[in-house]
């Protein structure tokens, strides 16, 4: 079976750049993968999968280097062999399809010329075959119009059609392996089903060897013959993916598999006599001259979590920036405990602005990085309660302790000395500090690694029942949405389409819409993809898809 | 494509608009520097033996005894119409004179713009292929202390060394109308060089700067990952992304070709817009003079407006809408 074995690493180990001196980032690594393979390399941020996916290609970034171990590609030592035989091999044997196809395209040429400029300067074929045979790619990927797609401009196609358009890139010179380094994990769930299932094909069709690069199980499990978890640089094991799914053998796997199963206990039923926290009334708002919402409404009820999910660019942040009245909408109104809100933030006052708070998706860019914690969350305290000096600091420790970070520690910290998951515990404290009724919580989980985030899923879980809050959750993540909502809103185009407890949104008939949101969510089951695919009709997918909308 | 035609004649036309503008504020600061000059062309021309009686004659004779605000209206009403009025000086008019000297400095723009832009965006395209390596050092010490010079210091280190112990080319750069093509090349080649090495340091350091700023982008990274050569991966897939803040840079440079070369000139002799108009603040010939100030401004807003034009056709989001 040697000849059959198409990269073969031993002991890698690579090191990292920072602070002037090189540390190690992945602590020798073996991988095995034959010809033909399809292999999910997962873990959660920091565990080396990217790194360690470009290393199999002889590639490290700037800033890293590989200090030990030996990467072979089809007997060819890539550590060993100089700059243009590895550039040789680059697009032309070895493939890589990056994570944001929008980036990742250049954007001042069109797509069918950066397609063939592998198979030219590789001499693989001549401009114009290429061209046709990019046009038969497009059409196997279910591209719309295959024909002329190509001679667009990247800005002028969808993500999801970049990302398949990136997959027929690497496939131009027909490689031995291709990497895969998250090439969904920007996709809305209906839009990564399509890219799912082209790849999964196209990789088929010319038993095309892949690296499979993700965070996400369920994914991976679709994907993948053999499925190697990866923490922190290292190796945690590797198995082939039914037996990894059943039967995972470390903890840490098991960790992994059991985020999804966070259910809180279900709250009492609504009193239907109750005044709604926030009511949004038939609310419509437009950037500029063009209109984003249309007559939008739903209630929050006090201690209630209410999911408003959508695709991105279905107006469920729009609707977010009208209830906090930074965006003042056209018509209808906002009404906190019945009583209506100015449109305007400016003029609402002090009181009106307490009792709406935020919490933000990227808790790396809404902390200002040159403040302290003890201002960060200091200031809120002060502004919203009046409190100073030391009564101000018992407050601000009285929060570190409510968000489980100790205030010995963390009090004088700076932003850029936290986790991921630290600086989101830190944004939920900002909120808190105002005392509100009700906060806003903008895709707060997406950012982060599962276990991280079901750590921020439960802290604002037990802070719900203890202050009694009501949280709007934005999400597109619809296992998020089973875990901690009690209602939910689904938008689509600026819309609402269908809203109600999240047991009755669970459970059939759904509108259409909902349908295709629910039945595109990726599960563990290995067979899932192939199913799905089944019952909609492989042939006319993207059709499918288009038509339910 | 038509949509994108009308929407950029439209954006052309205002910004031509915005220019005209600003060249009506521009003439009133020159009209009004101008009045701010001490002393004036009567006195200075009679020198020593200016009696009131004949300063007040010469006065009245150019219309300086008029009011300030009806001089100013007849001179913009003149220069909007292409007659810049008489020369106090000679009595010629002011564009017989300054038609032939403004040619003459086109044309040396020309010649140093010839050999910089070309210069400099090379020097920077490799400096960038070969960033932090000896070469790309030595390109920007060399540039940097060129720009750091004084320009007739720059100058006349070029006359030592190209005209005095090497004679190649001639230190005296006197062109006249009837040379051929050849001979005034050949004598506009040292004023041009001088130039060159004055404007080449920033352009070359912006396009270096440019370029490098776009080598962490993904799709660089992916053209690496494509197996593309280092220097396919610079011209190909760097470059056209950096062209806007290159070709502003460059518009900003050659407006000072043809605005900053009065020191040049006068070192060379050259008999272009900058030699006469030091000439003519000398003898306070106030035409001149201010015809000179709006020619200047004019330049600079016209390469402006070229270089905005210029940097929407390089971004393809805006060639190409959705």
């Known amino acids: 079976m040697s000849d059959d074995l198409l990269v073969k690493i031993r002991g890698l180990k690579i090191e990292g750049r920072s602070d002037d001196k090189w540390n190690e980032i992945v602590h020798g690594i073996d991988l095995d993968l034959h010809r033909g393979e399809v292999m999910g390399l997962i873990g959660e941020s920091g565990a080396g999968k990217s790194t360690i996916g470009l290393a199999a290609m002889g590639f490290t970034r700037d800033g890293c280097r590989i200090s030990e171990g030996t990467v072979e590609f089809d007997g060819i030592d890539l550590r060993k062999a100089s700059a243009s035989t590895r550039r040789d091999l680059l697009g032309k044997r070895i493939a890589y399809v990056a994570q944001s196809a929008a980036a990742s395209f250049n954007p001042a040429h069109r797509i069918i010329d950066q397609h063939t400029e592998a198979p030219m300067i590789h001499k693989v074929m001549p401009v114009s075959e290429s061209q046709q045979d990019a046009k038969d790619l497009y059409e196997r990927l279910r591209l719309p119009d295959p024909e002329n797609i190509g001679f667009r401009y990247p800005h002028q196609v969808s993500g999801g059609q970049l990302q398949r358009a990136m997959t027929a890139m690497a496939m131009s010179c027909r490689p031995d392996l291709i990497i895969f380094d998250e090439p969904t994990t920007a996709l809305d769930v209906t839009t990564q089903i399509e890219v799912l299932a082209a790849i999964r094909d196209i990789v088929e069709q010319f038993n095309t060897a892949a690296i499979y690069i993700t965070h996400d199980l369920a994914v991976v499990a679709q994907m993948a013959d053999t499925i190697k978890v990866l923490l922190k640089g290292d190796e945690v094991e590797a198995a082939d993916t039914r037996t990894m799914l059943s039967d995972p053998k470390e903890d840490y796997t098991k960790s992994l598999w059991a985020v999804r199963s966070f259910a809180p206990p279900p709250k009492p039923a609504i009193i239907a006599s109750e005044t709604p926290v926030i009511s949004v009334k038939n609310i419509s708002a437009s950037y500029g001259i063009v209109p984003v919402l249309f007559d939008v409404s739903f209630d929050i009820h006090k201690g209630r979590t209410v999911a408003v999910v959508g695709e991105s660019g279905s107006g469920k942040s729009t609707a977010a920036r009208c209830i906090t009245g930074l965006l003042p909408p056209s018509k209808g109104e906002i009404l906190s405990n019945g009583i209506p809100l100015p449109g305007n933030y400016r003029k609402r006052n002090r009181d009106q602005l307490r009792q709406a708070q935020m919490i933000y998706q990227m808790a790396d860019t809404a902390l200002n990085p040159k403040v302290r914690i003890s201002e960060i969350i200091g200031r809120p305290v002060q502004f919203y309660t009046g409190l100073t000096g030391t009564a101000r600091r018992k407050r601000v420790e009285a929060l570190l302790e409510q968000i489980e970070l100790d205030p010995a520690e963390y009090y004088n910290r700076l932003p850029p000395e936290l986790s991921g998951g630290q600086k989101q515990r830190i944004g939920i404290a900002r909120a808190l500090a105002a005392e509100p009724a009700f906060i806003i919580c903008d895709e707060v989980t997406s950012a982060l690694d599962q276990l991280v985030a079901e750590g921020i899923l439960r802290l604002l879980d037990r802070l719900q029942r203890e202050l009694d809050l009501a949280y709007m959750f934005i999400t597109h993540d619809l296992a998020t949405v089973r875990s901690i909502a009690d209602e939910v809103v689904v938008m689509k185009s600026g819309k609402v389409v269908e809203s109600g407890p999240k047991d009755e949104m669970f459970r059939p008939p759904h509108h259409p819409y909902t349908d295709l949101l629910l039945s595109s969510v990726p599960e563990m089951d290995p067979d899932w993809l192939t199913n799905l695919l089944h019952e909609r009709g492989v042939e006319n997918l993207g059709d499918a898809a288009a038509a339910s909308m | ?322």
């Not at chain 2, 290159?246 to 070192?267: C, F, K, Q, S």
């Not at chain 2, 200047?296 to 034009?309: E, G, M, P, S």
Request: net charge neutral; hydrophobic share 55%; glycine share 8%.
């Open chain 2, 1 to 322: 494509m038509s949509g994108f035609g009308a929407d950029l004649f439209r954006l052309v036309l205002k910004r031509l608009g915005f220019g005209l503008l600003t060249l009506i504020v521009v003439s009133l600061i020159i009209f009004g520097a101008v009045e701010l000059l001490p002393g004036d062309f009567a006195e200075e021309i009679l020198g020593q033996g200016a009696t009131p009686e004949a300063v007040a004659v010469i006065r009245e004779e150019l219309g300086l005894d008029q009011p300030v605000v009806t001089r100013y209206f007849s001179w913009l009403g003149g220069a909007l119409t292409g007659d810049f009025g008489i020369s106090f000086g000679n009595q010629r008019s002011v564009a017989e004179q300054l038609g032939p000297r403004f040619a003459n400095t086109l044309f040396l723009a020309l010649v140093a713009a010839c050999i910089s832009v070309p210069l400099a965006v090379g020097v920077g395209i490799l400096a960038a292929l070969y960033r932090n390596s000896i070469f790309d050092r030595l390109a920007n010490i060399t540039t940097l202390t060129s720009i750091s010079s004084p320009e007739f210091f720059v100058a006349y280190i070029l006359i030592l060394f190209l005209a005095v112990m090497n004679p190649i080319f001639p230190s005296l750069s006197n062109v006249s109308s009837g040379l051929d093509f050849g001979t005034r090349l050949e004598r506009t080649m040292l004023p041009a060089l001088t130039l060159t090495l004055v404007v080449t340091a920033h352009m070359m350091r912006m396009t270096r700067a440019a370029i490098i700023n776009l080598l962490a982008s993904p799709y660089i990274e992916m053209a690496r990952l494509k197996g593309v050569s280092p220097a396919r991966v610079i011209v190909r897939h760097a470059l056209p992304n950096a062209l806007a803040p290159i070709i502003n840079v460059i518009a900003l440079n050659l407006a000072y070709l043809i605005t900053g070369v009065v020191v040049v000139e006068v070192v060379f002799v050259y008999p272009g817009v900058g030699q006469l108009f030091v000439d003519s603040v000398k003898i306070r010939d106030i035409p001149i003079v201010q015809a000179c100030c709006l020619i200047f401004a004019a330049t600079y807003i016209l390469l402006n407006l070229t270089a905005d034009v210029l940097s929407i056709l390089s971004n393809p989001r805006l060639r190409h809408p959705k």
